[in-house]
């Protein structure tokens, strides 16, 4: 059912994208003007979006004996690996690339996320954002198997790594409503890897931003596009993975999909402003105690299911 | 003669790791030069899948089981590094060599 | 194979070749990581192009989650980590030199003696079916032993790399609860 597009679809896919983080950005504006009480306006929403040509025009800043070449590395890893990510995701019935292992691509590429937070961390030779980059390492290691065995829940109901098949296996029943574990388990790991709200903890205040603390300019701007664009991914891809990709009555299934990715994306900025800071150690524990075997128990349920097909 | 070039490819690779397990000392240098060497033998397998036998599975299940070693090889290999060095502050082999004959 | 895949082999394999080299001559210790990375990154391409690309992937997904671990623990056992003073950390140079040279033309000289087989059948449509297949079928007693020593690999560094046992944690008697932990918080602290 899913196919791949012709060559266009590799300009479209990135730009749905950056519009699509453009709208999370601007949503999450307009909450952070509704806590504090200012009016929710058009002007409101686009504030963060003024931040662009000042980023652009910015001086660098230069540091004592940077390893320039690993920082830009690690900085342009992270939005360029969620542009990436987005090859596999099908956008109503069309998606760029329907790779055989799609669901294994679109976690290589999400690991990317690791390597490059840990060199931005690691370039300017300033201890704070070496800190950071630590942490996210540590935040990585506890939210990275949870993610695993969701991924690998839905790629179980489906019999199947390619994404397409995984949508036309919810033909009947969305695995959102029959493995709801991954399904929360997958978001909670898609807004950790995007070190967001709870999981902001590698770019805290108290280590005056970490792994962000001493970009300026375009280098800051591709590593906070990059978070946005790994959360517009993120819920992009839970639409065919738990959501039943583009299916649904009256509309056409790009409809679909945009709409199912749209509430997903509401539901993750909304929650994200709610919770607080959480620390990577005790993340660690509630992941490997609580998380994993949870997420092995819930991948237990396909596979018997499938046996029993 | 691409299955010739593939193979001298893993040699390389198998080689360059060898020199590095070899002439490093410190112990986790080494173990990049062990993951070097099996980077070759994983690159020798899909070869020989690929170019000999692709009806069968043992060139892939090959490459599973240096996968497998490499990740086992990482674990052990830190565990040991920090067991050492916990006990005596070494972390070049050239300082544990207690069992040399 | 055609052309195209027969280019991408080409450059893989360069930059695969290249950057292992990298990481015995670069000084600081992340860029040694992190040239292991793209070589490894490369040999995860060439099985992906040699028609596997499942475990090219998990290869490439796997190598860069244990990179940036090793880079945690080159930064933390290097003296130097940054390379900012360039030192060697050698020893034997010349005796390893001329080992892998002379393994390195041994295995040239035999790929090319060698009179290969022709290849035996056709790839299957799915390559990633067959190796699941193999693993749970035929190859099962691999899949088995490469569990157990997966199973034992974490015991053992775990009780390699802890400095604290549980007399540590509840006590000379084992009562203490809750554990004595230099880490408050958690799940049921």
């Known amino acids: 059912m899913v196919e791949a597009a012709g060559w266009w679809s590799l300009l479209v896919a990135p730009a749905l994208l950056l519009a699509g983080a453009v709208l999370a950005v601007a949503g999450d504006a307009l909450l952070a003007a509704r806590d504090a009480g200012r009016p929710r306006s058009a002007v409101a929403a686009a504030r963060p979006l003024l931040e662009v040509p000042r980023l652009l025009a910015a001086q660098p800043r230069r540091m004592p004996a940077p390893d320039r070449l690993l920082w830009r590395l690690g900085v342009v890893t992270v939005p360029v690996s969620a542009v990436l990510s987005v090859l596999v995701i099908p956008f109503g019935h069309r998606t760029v690339a329907d790779l055989s292992v799609g669901v294994v691509w679109f976690n290589a590429m999400e690991v990317f996320t690791w390597a490059g937070l840990w060199l931005a961390g690691w370039g300017p030779n300033a201890v704070f954002s070496l800190v950071g980059g630590y942490r996210f390492v540590a935040q990585g290691l506890a939210y990275e198997l949870p993610l695993m065995f969701a991924l690998i829940t839905a790629a179980t109901g489906a019999e199947s790594l390619r994404v397409g098949d995984i949508v036309a296996a919810q033909q009947g029943l969305w695995f959102a409503v029959w493995m709801p574990v991954a399904f929360v388990v997958y978001l909670a790991g898609v807004s950790a890897l995007c070190f967001l709200g709870p999981f902001g903890y590698p770019v805290g205040r108290d ?103 | 003669m691409t299955f010739e070039l593939v193979l001298v490819l893993a040699a390389g690779l198998f080689c360059v790791g060898l020199f590095g397990a070899l002439s490093q000392q410190s112990i986790v240098m080494i173990m990049m030069g062990i993951e070097l060497m099996i980077g070759g033998i994983i690159v020798a397998a899909a070869a020989f899948w690929h170019f000999l036998a692709p009806v069968a599975a043992s060139g892939q299940v090959v490459v599973v089981a240096a996968v497998v070693a490499m990740a086992v090889e990482m674990a052990l290999g830190f565990a040991v590094t920090t067991a050492i060095y916990r006990a005596r502050r070494v972390d070049t082999t050239d300082m544990a060599e207690d069992l040399k004959g | ?46 099985v992906a192009v040699l028609g596997l690309p499942y475990l090219g992937v998990v290869t490439v997904l ?93 015991v053992g560094a775990t009780v390699l790399a802890t400095r604290r046992g ?14 004595r932990d230099p880490v408050r918080g958690g799940v049921g602290r």
């Not at chain 1, 839970?238 to 994306?265: C, E, I, M, Q």
């Not at chain 3, 930059?15 to 292991?36: E, G, K, N, P, Y």
């Open chain 3, 1 to 46: 194979m055609d052309t195209l895949e027969s280019a991408l082999l080409a450059a893989l394999g360069v930059v695969a070749l290249v950057t292992a080299v990298l990481v015995f001559t670069c000084d600081s210790m992340a860029r040694v990581t992190f040239a292991l990375l793209a070589s490894l990154c490369c040999v995860g391409g060439v």
């Open chain 1, 207 to 309: 280590i005056a931003s970490g792994v962000l603390g001493e970009t300026t300019g375009a280098d800051r701007l591709l590593l906070r596009a990059g978070r946005w664009l790994w959360l517009v991914s993120g819920a992009a891809m839970a639409v065919p993975l738990f959501l039943g990709g583009g299916a649904g009555p009256w509309l056409p299934a790009w409809a679909w999909s945009s709409l199912k990715t749209l509430l997903v994306l509401a539901v993750l900025v909304w929650v994200l402003r709610r919770l607080p800071v959480l620390r990577a150690d005790r993340y660690v524990e509630f992941a490997w105690v609580v998380l994993i075997p949870l997420a092995i128990v819930q991948a237990l349920v396909p596979a018997l299911v499938v046996l029993n097909r």
């Open chain 3, 62 to 154: 796997m190598m860069v989650m244990e990179m940036v671990v090793m880079a945690v623990f080159m930064i933390a056992y290097m003296m130097n980590p940054a390379g900012l003073m360039p030192m060697s950390m050698l020893h034997n140079k010349r005796g390893s030199l001329a080992v892998s040279g002379a393994v390195f033309a041994t295995l040239v000289a035999a790929v090319f003696l060698t009179p290969w087989p022709a290849q035996v059948g056709e790839p299957p449509p799915d390559t990633t079916f067959q190796v699941g297949k193999a693993l749970m079928g035929e190859q099962m007693l691999t899949m088995v032993v490469l569990g157990f020593v997966l199973l034992a690999t974490m």
């Open chain 3, 166 to 179: 549980r007399y540590d944690r509840f006590g000379d008697d084992l009562d203490l609860r809750p554990a």
